[in-house]
């Protein structure tokens, strides 16, 4: 039994080691592209509003804010260029990660995000990771248990059948 079950719980740590770091790297991935577009169609109606003449106001910056609660709460950086500088959101303390338009805009758009925010983006996928690694050693650890009964119950009877016959008890089913 503590052989199946040893090499069950290293098959879940080999496995679920990696497995719980590419789990939260793809949830913070995926936190990140969010904030990527969000600044990608900053930048492009920015430029869209410069090209046609348009005035750019401070609620342009102001509607890239996230509302809903599952977006990542940002601090934005327009410069225009004309000098204009606007921000908008609460300025981030600590660790950030800078994330800015991939393409070439008309004015220098920069949003940052706590780098905590962003790991705790992970949390979930990383508890599920970890809790499919529980379930798996609980079912590791049933079946080595089972299997250890039924390979141990024909040694029982061999075991109580030669007791009869040291006992004297001749008697051979």
């Known amino acids: 039994m503590l052989a ?12 679920g080691v990696p497995l719980t770091v590419f789990a939260g790297e793809v949830a913070k991935s995926r936190a990140k592209s969010e904030v990527q577009s969000r600044a990608e169609t900053l930048a492009a109606s920015l430029s869209s509003h410069e ?3 348009l005035p750019i106001g401070q609620d342009m910056v102001d509607a890239s804010l996230s509302k809903a609660p599952a977006q990542l709460p940002v601090h934005i950086d327009v410069k225009l260029r004309n000098g204009e500088v606007m921000t908008a959101g609460e300025p981030i303390s600590g660790y950030k990660v800078e994330i800015t338009p ?3 805009t008309a004015a220098e758009v920069r949003f940052q995000v706590s780098w905590w925010a962003l790991q705790l983006k992970a949390l979930p996928a990383i508890g599920l990771v970890i809790l499919e ?3 798996a050693m609980a079912a590791g650890a049933a079946f080595a248990s089972w299997q ?3 390979l141990s119950a024909p040694m029982v009877y061999l075991s109580a059948t030669a007791e009869q016959f040291g006992a004297g008890q001749l008697r051979i089913d």
């Open 133 to 135: 690694c529980l379930v």
């Open 102 to 104: 991939t393409r070439a």
């Open 148 to 150: 250890a009964r039924r």
């Open 4 to 15: 199946t079950t040893m090499a069950v719980a290293v098959a879940v740590v080999l496995l």
């Open 51 to 53: 090209a046609g003449r």
